[in-house]
């Protein structure tokens, strides 16, 4: 055995004392391949605008390290199933996607690349060696980092497998300077299955690894607009994120791993009951959902979803909560998806809601709102006055 092949084992010894689910290794050179097939996602329209907005940065690591040698790519597992149900009571209850239980994965993961990183630098004991770690907030592209570095395939969703634990994997990277042998890529193995993409409810699947971003269910309960009608009824009762393409995919049967207590969901919060979710303070959303991935864009977002999920579920006790939310809540969107969801719920008429929404409406139209505003209004009231 090689100097260099006995150090990449240390390593993977040290990182499996971490509690670190899967390690491979990959040289530092850069991505271009990919160029050509990002550049036609962005000029089709089909990004999130949450990706790293410099493609040079993306696809080349001498661009951000000093260099580069290796990326070392990391996997956590993440649990697919709850262990307990959630309490019951008389309220209808959301879901966040699993890809955000328990505590954030960003820190989690920064927590463990850290360690490993402080475990090598003891092995090498050289002070040139530097390393930088990221995780999807940073600039490369995690999958294909991770598929590159031997960790799994990319599937036909986009996501990597692992054969270990599927898809339900945080992937993270850490650039260095040291030069380590790297590990084999492997190819897709999805085959001509085709499950993924025939459960999509939006078709957001391209069917070659990409995805038009701007469907993804997941992305639209992270935008902080108006929802479109189009992905209202889609999200069901999920506040947060989608897990589709991963339930149906074979590749994930039967996969469930709590290896990490830090990702252990609680599942009052995974499930949150969502009345009370529509009038939580600033203070009050921090302390129930702050330490999880399903927070990062806050409050508005969430609530917004929680509204539609009420509507989606039929939930007519939701009413007056729902009307007291159109007449006060200070957002003119959660007003207005308010004055929509009252509107999907109400199977017959009343003559006192339809007033509350006409006055509503009027206050709005006086204080200037725009005609997407306005036009959730109208319709509410065109709904119910189709049930008199």
Known sequence: MSINDALKQQIINESQQLGIDKIGFTTADNFEELRSSLEAQKAAGHTSGFEHPNLDDR??????????????????????????????????????????????????????????????????????????????????????VANRAGLGFIGKNGLLITEEFGSFVYLGEIITNLSLEPDSPIPCQCGECTRCLDACPVKALLGDGRMNAQRCLSYQTQTKGLMADEFRPKI?????????????????????????ADMEPDVEKVRPELLPMLKLSNRQFNEQFGQMAGAWRGKKPLQRNAIIALANLNDSTAIPDLLEVMQQDPRPMIRATAAYAIGRISRSYNAEIRRKIATQYRKERTAGAGPDILAEYQRSLLKIDALT
């Open 59 to 144: 696809l080349n690591p001498n661009l951000i390290f000093d260099h580069p040698k290796s990326i070392i790519a990391i996997a956590l597992a993440y649990p697919s199933r709850l262990r307990k149900r959630p309490t019951h009571t008389k309220l209808k209850r959301g879901q966040f996607a699993r890809a955000s239980w328990g505590k954030d994965y960003h820190g989690v993961l920064r927590e463990k690349m850290t360690a490993l990183i402080t475990r090598i630098q003891a092995l090498v004991n050289d002070p040139t060696i530097h390393f930088e770690p990221m995780v999807d907030t940073g600039q490369l592209i995690d999958v294909a």
């Open 236 to 260: 069901r009762n999920v506040i947060y994120g989608c897990d589709i393409c991963q339930v149906v995919c074979p590749f994930n049967r039967g996969k469930d791993f709590h290896l990490h």
